[in-house]
């Protein structure tokens, strides 16, 4: 008995169908339909035109939400720079101070970075990742002023890129992109 799938050698199928049309086949031939014809006008035939549902949806901007990922990722760096020269300039006068900035400082980045990957895979726990990370650096940067810390002026821009983390983490297009409405 010769099943569908394997053909005696003459090259006889016994189900009928060509072997190019085999549901076994791997490879199938392109379909060999008309080809639709462009009018002088610019204009497809009617009886052609893609339904209006077949056309594709306009999706949400993603750039509240890569603005996000971006000012995250920027912050996180600055935050974390600054926390490294803090905890090498004390760690002789205060060490336990300097292991509190260190816990502080590898919990922001863990979630800022978590939630940037999860955000970019469209996760929505990932807007939240961020915006806690971005609290906990404010936190971190508050331990400056505590501590009564010189600093150079451009580190003060940092809390200013945490808080526009935040906002943009938090805004309604980026839940938008997240979501697709």
């Known amino acids: 008995m010769v099943s569908d799938r394997h053909h005696p050698p003459t ?4 189900s009928g169908q060509s072997p ?3 549901p076994s086949r791997i490879i199938r031939r392109a379909p060999t339909g008309a ?3 462009v009018t002088s006008s610019g204009r497809i035939p009617p009886a ?10 306009r999706f949400p901007s993603a750039g509240v939400a890569i603005s996000a990922c971006v000012l995250a990722l920027v912050g996180c760096w600055a935050t ?4 490294t020269d803090l905890i ?3 760690w002789h006068t205060d060490r336990l101070f300097c ?13 800022t970075v978590s939630g940037v990957i999860m955000l970019l895979l469209r996760r929505p726990v990932g807007r939240y990742l961020i ?3 971005a609290l906990v650096a404010l936190l971190t940067f508050g331990s400056l002023f505590l501590a009564g810390a010189r600093v150079p002026p451009i580190v003060h821009v940092i809390p200013v890129i945490q808080i526009a983390t935040v906002a943009t983490a938090l805004h309604p297009a980026t839940r938008r992109w997240l979501f697709g409405s």
């Open 48 to 57: 052609i035109q893609p339904s209006p549902a077949a056309l594709p949806a």
């Open 20 to 22: 190019a049309s085999s």
């Open 11 to 14: 090259g006889a199928n016994p």
């Open 80 to 83: 974390s720079v600054v926390s």
């Open 35 to 37: 080809i639709p014809i």
């Open 88 to 90: 090498a300039s004390w």
């Open 99 to 111: 292991v509190a900035v260190g816990f502080l400082s590898l919990v922001f980045a863990g979630t």
């Open 131 to 133: 915006a806690v990370g």
